[in-house]
């Protein structure tokens, strides 16, 4: 398993290793001991999944707040997606930053998202599979998010001109500027420090 920084620290990209033969392939696809080797301690407890019909669906951006914010291990085995971290961290030197990556079953790249971040992503074909690990269980009384199509962020999510797929409650989402200080960071520490 490849772990590297991405432009902001926190956010690893991690890159399983495939071990093909005449049959097809193995690949270790989680591997809490690759995490430790680069000081990563999260105890997942919950694995998610979403399936996603058309290309140009978009999910997010959503983070829930403190005391169940939620560390996550994203990836896609099936179709690909364009996954979106955003810095929501008060006091981060990459607060309102986000990182983007493309994710596919083919590439089997998966994103380390920290608590202290907005996360969503968009499907760039049909039938999209996407399954990420969670540190914290489901609170539905601290989901919070922020509008994928914000003006200040300027996300492109790569739609290709179509109208994206988007859930009635994600058309609601406030814009960044409205975004509640619930996660502060101490400048120069891990993700862990910023979830107050
Ligand atoms: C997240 C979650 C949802 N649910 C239930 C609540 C709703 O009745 C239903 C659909 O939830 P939602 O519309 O919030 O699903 P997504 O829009 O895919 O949201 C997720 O997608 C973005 C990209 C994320 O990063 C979050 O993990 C999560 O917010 O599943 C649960 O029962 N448990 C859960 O952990």
Redesign the pocket.
């Known amino acids: 398993m490849k772990v590297e920084t991405t432009e902001i620290p926190d956010v690893l990209l991690l890159t399983p290793k495939r071990f093909e033969d005449s049959r097809g392939y193995f690949a270790e696809t989680y591997s809490a001991r690759a995490l430790e080797d680069h000081g990563i301690q999260t105890r997942f407890i ?1 694995d ?1 999944m ?1 399936y996603s019909e058309r290309a140009g669906t978009v ?5 829930q707040a403190p005391p169940h914010a ?1 560390t ?1 291990l ?1 990836r896609c085995t099936r179709g690909a997606i364009i996954d979106v971290a955003l810095d929501i961290r008060i006091g981060s030197p990459t607060y309102g930053r986000y990182v983007r990556h493309l994710l596919s079953a083919e590439n089997m790249c998966q994103l380390y998202i920290p608590a202290g971040f907005a ?3 968009s499907t760039l074909s049909d039938n999209t599979e ?1 399954h ?1 690990k ?1 540190d914290a ?2 609170a ?1 009384e601290c ?1 919070r ?1 922020i509008a994928f199509d914000d003006g200040m962020l300027g996300i492109d999510w790569r739609l290709g001109g179509i109208s994206p797929a988007v ?1 009635d ?2 058309r609601q989402l406030p814009g960044f500027e409205h975004l509640e200080p619930e996660f502060t960071c101490i400048a120069g520490s891990g993700a862990e420090a910023c979830a107050s």
Do not use: T
């Not at 999910?59 to 983070?63: A, F, I, M």
């Open positions: 919950q998610n979403s999910r997010g951006l959503h983070y939620q996550k994203i996360h969503g992503f996407v990420y969670v269980r489901y539905p989901e998010g859930s409650k994600d």
